[in-house]
């Protein structure tokens, strides 16, 4: 089965355009999820998608948003980009079943820089 | 507030020894703890959860504990290969709630050869 894929790997930006981060989940898996890792701040966690709908949000401001598809895959926008923003955005993708206990599985990330 | 936290940014140990990897919690209502690894340039790799009815768990290789008293887990690596060498990340989560992972800062271990 095939894992976690994001696109693109690396990405290259200027300050106030915007950017758009894709994630496939593993086949199955409806629970999406993303995270910014910078090297100050560790993992942050930015949302949760399941089902097409967003059910958890991080402390991120407004400029950072996404949404999932029907087919579970998700997308994450980033306007008005800032230096700070330069960071690696990983996709996690989780089976919600009861006897789950919702282990994620992480993609490889996208490399965003911001000039 | 909720927060997860690793005692040792960095630890350097000797190919063959055993390496041991602590991290505090602070969310009583966390019922769910997973370790991660993370290689340069990948995402976080699974290596071993734990539920809070338990205290201890093992895998190949590696064991993870849990004390719940004093809301503590560590994460142990026997005969640390090479191959070890990475950044571990712990985890918690509230399981039958929404997808919200707590992780912590992160411990690099380096495997001396």
């Known amino acids: 089965k095939a894992g976690v894929t994001q696109t693109p790997r690396y990405l290259i930006k200027t300050r106030g355009q915007q950017v758009t981060l894709s994630c496939s989940p593993i086949s199955g898996h409806r629970s999406v999820s993303w995270y910014q890792q910078t090297p100050g701040q560790g993992l942050q966690f930015l949302f949760e998608?399941?089902?097409?709908?967003?059910?958890n949000k991080g402390n991120f401001p407004g400029r950072f948003s996404g949404r999932q598809f029907s087919n579970s895959r998700s997308e994450m926008n980033v306007s008005t980009l800032e230096l700070g923003d330069s960071a690696l955005y990983l996709c996690?993708?989780?089976?919600?079943?009861?006897?789950?206990?919702?282990?994620?599985?992480f993609g490889p990330g996208t490399r965003l820089l911001v000039l | 507030g909720e927060s997860v936290g690793l005692h040792l940014p960095t630890l350097s140990v000797q190919e063959g020894d055993n390496s041991i990897i602590n991290c505090a919690y602070s969310?009583?209502?966390?019922?769910?703890f997973i370790w991660y690894k993370q290689e340069s340039g990948k995402g976080p790799q699974f290596i071993i959860d734990i539920r809070s009815n338990m205290d201890k768990r093992q895998g190949q290789r590696v064991t993870v504990l849990l004390n719940k008293t004093v809301k503590h887990l560590s994460l142990q690596i026997a005969a640390t290969q090479p191959g070890d060498s990475a950044v571990y990340f712990c985890?918690?989560?509230?399981?039958?709630?929404?997808?919200?992972?707590?992780f912590g800062t992160g411990t690099k271990l380096q495997v001396i050869p």
């Open positions: 998608y399941f089902s097409e709908t967003q059910r």
């Open positions: 969310n009583s209502a966390s019922d769910y």
């Open positions: 985890a918690e989560n509230i399981s039958g709630g929404y997808q919200k992972v707590t």
């Open positions: 996690a993708s989780s089976l919600e079943r009861e006897a789950e206990r919702k282990t994620q599985y």
